[in-house]
C-alpha cells in the first residue's frame, strides 16, 4: 500500500511563500507513479493544483496558480514538492498530495492525509 505524508504548511502572510513537501513510505517508489497536488477549502470541494508525470519532464497547473506554484520530484527521495510564491488568502485550505498510475486524469490512487495553509491577509 502507498503511504503518502505531507509537512510543511503553515500560517503565512500574503505574499509570503511555503513549500510543501510529500514523502512516500519507504516500501513505496514514486518514480511508478504520476504525482499531484490538491486543496479543500472550508466548505468547498476538493480541487486540482498541479501534477507532475513520473520522469518529471511534464507539469500541470490549476490556472489560478500558474505562474505562482512549482511542482516538483525528486524520486531519489521518494518526496514530490510544491513550492508556493506570492501566497493569497484564497490559497488557504487543506494541501493533498495524491500517486497514481494516470497523469491524465490527475492522479488519485492513494492520498495523503493533508497539511493545512492559512494565508493571512
Known amino acids: 500500500q502507498v503511504q503518502l505524508v505531507e509537512s510543511g504548511g503553515g500560517l503565512v502572510q500574503a505574499g509570503g511563500s511555503l513549500r510543501l513537501s510529500c514523502t512516500a513510505s519507504?516500501?513505496?517508489?514514486?518514480?511508478?507513479?504520476?504525482m499531484g497536488w490538491f486543496r479543500q477549502a472550508p466548505g468547498k470541494e476538493r480541487e486540482f493544483v498541479a501534477r507532475?508525470?513520473?520522469?518529471?519532464?511534464?507539469?500541470d497547473y490549476v490556472p489560478s496558480v500558474k505562474g505562482r506554484f512549482t511542482i516538483s520530484r525528486d524520486n531519489a527521495k521518494n518526496t514530490v514538492y510544491l513550492q508556493m510564491n506570492s501566497l493569497k488568502p484564497e490559497d488557504t485550505a487543506v494541501y493533498y498530495c495524491?500517486?497514481?498510475?494516470?497523469?491524465?486524469?490527475?492522479?488519485?490512487?492513494?492520498w495523503g492525509q493533508g497539511t493545512q495553509v492559512t494565508v493571512s491577509s
Open positions: 495524491a500517486a497514481g498510475s494516470t497523469y491524465y486524469p490527475p492522479p488519485g490512487d492513494y
Open positions: 507532475i508525470t513520473t520522469s518529471g519532464s511534464m507539469t
Open positions: 519507504a516500501r513505496t517508489f514514486i518514480s511508478e507513479y504520476a
